[in-house]
């Protein structure tokens, strides 16, 4: 059983940086795509970045390039660096994960274009941005 276990969420400032990060466990295989999900108080969960096993990376229209998202296989880890936050960021961010045989690694972008649903998440670290 897959458990994706996220930490690094936290309170900043407008402007201000953070690092999640997602430990992987359970893994039978290599995930061919992980990706970041963020729900804010009442809307809908959507995608925010998502990295193939190649390294291939997609993000949300919404980034506008503030976000970098990067994975370690060795350490079965998923990262997202977040810069020049603003209150809009403001969410809880999971992190997800599925195996070539539920998602082909050529259609990670589903996850941005929530056309996806992933097979395995994590619980969730909360991202608050302040003004």
């Known amino acids: 059983q897959v458990q994706l276990v996220e930490s690094g969420g936290g309170s900043v400032q407008s402007g201000g940086s953070l690092r999640l990060s997602c430990v992987a466990s359970?893994?039978?295989?290599?995930?061919?795509?992980m990706g970041w999900f963020r729900q804010a108080p009442g809307k809908g969960r959507e995608g925010v970045a998502v990295i193939g096993s190649d390294g291939t990376t997609n993000y949300a229209d919404f980034v506008e390039g503030r976000f970098t998202v990067s994975r370690d296989n060795a350490k079965k880890t998923l990262y997202l660096e977040m810069n020049n936050m603003n209150p809009a960021d403001k969410a809880m961010y999971y992190c997800?994960?599925?195996?070539?045989?539920?998602?082909?690694?050529?259609?990670?972008?589903?996850?941005?274009?929530?056309?996806?649903?992933?097979?395995?998440w994590g619980q969730g670290t909360q991202v608050t941005v302040s003004a």
């Open positions: 359970g893994l039978t295989n290599e995930p061919a795509c």
């Open positions: 997800a994960e599925d195996y070539e045989s539920t998602l082909p690694r050529k259609r990670c972008r589903r996850y941005i274009t929530n056309r996806h649903f992933p097979t395995d």
